[in-house]
């Protein structure tokens, strides 16, 4: 399967988590299921978002686990898992394994990532990708360089063959696709800003099977700036589908932008955010939490978080417009079992429903992060 972390994965796992356009194979099973969201659902995945200070801990070792389920109604959780594996930094040729399933209204995936990457030059690798399919016909391989010109720079550039052997592999003869898949991704870090573009090559294929014709593409764009006062991020998708059966045919082309301005002041943490899918759907957000150390059951220490989140939505539907106002207030509590292993149990309340019915519960929410 395919590693594709979309908008919804990056706002669970943080604003760093890294993403990948290639196409799913699932994918061509149904337009695009925009219509099951609910007006709270990013107001939800906001106040789920790890505790401060978890990405960082995540990014710096090579071997971890982390878990995120969030409820988002009586029958769905909002659920992301990863994991992953890899050989010493520093080695002449490294090994690395990474597992990432996410399943909420939009996606449910586990996508599986296999690397090998080795030294040819001072501050230059070759890179060989793989993902774990085990149908051989939605296989892909990849390859890339990455590059370290300077001390407090990284830039990486891949190239993935998606399902590199369908055509030879595939189980349903009469299907066939024109146009190859293939994604190219660009990326570029420092310790100021981050950068990265991924675009999927567009192709139809011809699912002559399932008695239709599917045509697909997309791009994803991917920027953080870090300051000293503020860091911003912009996260950019556009995507593309088409079903043509018999004389009916049903297109979709889907963009969706998630702007954040967020700001941390020791204990503090605010923010903004802005987010728009095509033009029926817009939301502004403003989000709030603060921590303090504090004893549980006179026991266990550990950091209760408190926040607030608000979020205000339009949609238009049949050429009406409407506008929601939700307030979401926070009560959480973070434990160390260790320095480098952390549970966060999270809970919500829906400050916005005690004006119309008392219905305050929110939802809950409980993390998991381990690394070693």
Known sequence: MK??????????????SESEARFLENDADRLDPEERLSTEYYNDLVSYRAPAGWAALWEGHDV???????????????????????????????????????????????????RVDGTILPGLRLVGLADGSALKEFGDLGLGVEAS????????????????????????????????????????????????????????WKLRSRGYDYTYSRSIAHAVVKTPWVDLATDLEWKAEAFAEAARTRSLVRTVAVHEATRRLSSVEVGAQWIERRAAYRQHALAASWREEAAIFATHAGVVQSGL????????????????????AQAAWEYAFTPKARAFL???????????????????????????
Not at 3 to 16: D, E, Q, S, V
Not at 66 to 91: C, H, W
Not at 350 to 366: M, N
Request: proline share 2%; hydrophobic share 40%.
């Open 3 to 16: 590693r594709n972390i979309l908008i919804a994965g990056c706002l669970l796992a943080g604003l760093a």
């Open 64 to 114: 971890g686990v982390r878990l995120n389920a969030g409820s988002l109604n009586i029958n769905r959780f909002a659920y992301a898992e990863d994991v992953k594996l890899a050989t010493p930094r520093d080695g002449a040729v490294r090994f690395g394994f990474a597992s990432a399933r996410r399943e909420d209204y939009l996606e449910q995936r586990t996508e599986r990532e296999l």
């Open 309 to 328: 989140f608000a979020n205000a939505v339009h949609l238009r539907e049949d050429g009406r417009d409407r506008r929601e106002l939700h307030v979401k």
């Open 149 to 204: 010109p300077i001390a407090d720079l990284w830039i990486a550039l891949s190239y993935w063959s998606v399902d590199h052997y369908y055509m030879s592999k595939k189980a349903e003869a009469v299907d066939e696709r024109d146009g190859r898949a293939g994604s190219l991704v660009l990326a570029a870090k420092t310790s100021y800003f981050e950068l990265r573009y991924e675009r999927d090559q567009p192709f139809t």
């Open 346 to 372: 999270n809970s919500t309340w829906d400050l916005d429903e005690l004006s119309r019915r008392f219905r305050p519960w929110g939802g809950g929410d409980l993390q998991f992060l381990a690394v070693f």
